[in-house]
C-alpha cells in the first residue's frame, strides 16, 4: 500500500499495541495520514509493516507504515488515539503534550472509570480530551501483528477541554471524531457522558477481566459452567448498583444485554488475561478501585466486586 499524501486531519497512535494497532491500520487505510509511535517494536514495524488478522475484515496488511521509536520524532497530530495501558498514565502527558498539534483531540482508548482524570491535568489546557471505549475482541500476536476477533465499535465522549462550557462544540467535536472511524469502516457513537459511557464498559470488564485471570480460563467456559455463570450476572448487577449509586442511570436490561452477546462469541481471552500470562500490570485501579471508591463515597456497597479486587491484588503481586 503507498502513502497518500498528508489528508487533513493529522492522527496520530500512541501505543501501537493491539488497540492502537488495529484503528491505526484501519484509519491509514480508509487514506488518513496516519503516525505511529511504536518505541520497543520499532524495528519489526519498520522493516515488515503492521498486520491485521481479523475475522471480520480479512488480513490486513500496512507496508511501509510512518513509524516512530521516539515521540520527538513525530510531527504535530490534529488527533492522538491513545492505545497505551491506564497503569501508565502518570508518564504519558509530556508525550502527549510534545505530539498534539494546538486545539488537539486526545482520545483515551482505555478500560476503567476516570483515566482521563489524572491525566487532564498534566496536559496543556489547549488540548481537548475525550474517552473512548472500545467494544472490540483483539490481542497482539506478535510483534506488528494483531489478531482481531470480533466487533469493532467505539464510543465517544467529550471529558474536559476548552470546549467544556460550550456544549454545542464538544458535541461537533465528538462526532468528527466518530466520523473519523466511519470513514474507515469501524461503527462508532457520541455519548452525551463519558462518565455513564465508561460504567457501562464495567458492566463487561469488571466480571470477565477478572474472572478470566482468576480461573485462568476465557469466555467459552465461563459462560458453559453454572456456577461462574452465576457470579457473571451477579457482578453486573452490581456494577448497575454502583452506576445507580452514582447518579448514572443505566437500563435494568443492558446486563442481561452484555451476558446475552457474550453467548454469541467465540472463546475470548479478555486483555487483562494477557496482561497476567505476560507478567504486566493489571488495570485494577481503574477496573475495580475507581469503581468501587466511586460507590462507596455514594453509599454503596459492592461485595462481591470487592471480594474479586483483593483476589486480584494478591494475584497482580505475588505475579510481579
Same mark, same amino acid.
Given at each position: 500500500m503507498t502513502a497518500t499524501a498528508?489528508?487533513?486531519?493529522?492522527?496520530?497512535?500512541?501505543?501501537?499495541?493491539?488497540?492502537?494497532?488495529?484503528?491505526?491500520?484501519?484509519?491509514?487505510?480508509?487514506?488518513?495520514d496516519v503516525h505511529f509511535l511504536v518505541r520497543s517494536e520499532y524495528a519489526v514495524v519498520s522493516k515488515q509493516g503492521l498486520?491485521?488478522?481479523?475475522?471480520?475484515?480479512? $488480513?490486513?496488511?500496512?507496508?511501509?507504515?510512518?513509524?516512530?521509536?521516539?515521540?520527538?520524532d513525530m510531527p504535530a497530530c490534529d488527533w492522538l488515539l491513545v492505545g497505551t495501558k491506564s497503569t501508565g498514565n502518570a508518564d504519558l502527558a509530556p508525550t502527549i503534550a510534545q505530539v498534539g498539534a494546538p486545539d488537539a483531540k486526545v482520545v483515551l482508548l482505555q478500560n476503567g472509570l476516570d483515566v482521563e482524570d489524572s491525566l487532564r491535568e498534566h496536559l496543556p489546557p489547549s488540548l481537548h480530551l475525550l474517552g473512548g471505549l472500545c467494544y472490540i475482541g483483539v490481542h497482539r500476536a506478535a510483534p506488528g501483528v494483531v489478531e482481531h476477533q470480533?466487533?469493532?465499535?467505539?464510543?465517544?465522549?467529550y471529558h474536559s477541554g476548552t470546549a467544556a462550557n460550550d456544549e454545542v462544540r464538544q458535541q461537533a467535536i465528538v462526532e468528527e471524531g466518530a466520523a473519523l472511524f466511519h470513514q474507515a469502516g469501524i461503527e462508532s457513537q457520541a455519548m452525551a457522558s463519558v462518565h455513564l459511557a465508561r460504567w457501562h464498559k464495567l458492566v463487561w470488564n469488571?466480571?470477565? $477481566?477478572?474472572?478470566?485471570?482468576?480461573?485462568?480460563?476465557?469466555?467459552r467456559a465461563l459462560m458453559a459452567d453454572e456456577s461462574s455463570r452465576a457470579l457473571i450476572q451477579a457482578l453486573m448487577v452490581e456494577v448497575v448498583q454502583g452506576a445507580h449509586a452514582c447518579g448514572h442511570e443505566i437500563a435494568?436490561?443492558?446486563?442481561g444485554q452484555m451476558f446475552a452477546m457474550t453467548e454469541t462469541m467465540d472463546d475470548y481471552l479478555p486483555s487483562m488475561y494477557h496482561d497476567h500470562v505476560h507478567n504486566r500490570p493489571l488495570e485494577l485501579a481503574a477496573i475495580y478501585a475507581r469503581p468501587l471508591a466511586a460507590a462507596k463515597a455514594a453509599g454503596c456497597e459492592l461485595p462481591r466486586m470487592q471480594a474479586l479486587f483483593q483476589a486480584l491484588s494478591f494475584i497482580d503481586r505475588h505475579n510481579r
Open positions: 498528508h489528508p487533513s486531519p493529522r492522527i496520530g497512535i500512541i501505543g501501537t499495541g493491539a488497540i492502537g494497532g488495529f484503528y491505526g491500520l484501519m484509519l491509514a487505510r480508509a487514506g488518513f498486520r491485521v488478522n481479523s475475522s471480520v475484515h480479512g $488480513n490486513l496488511h500496512l507496508h511501509p507504515v510512518q513509524a516512530y521509536a521516539n515521540a520527538a470480533a466487533l469493532g465499535r467505539v464510543n465517544l465522549g469488571v466480571p470477565f $477481566n477478572g474472572l478470566s485471570v482468576l480461573l485462568g480460563t476465557g469466555t435494568v436490561s443492558y446486563a
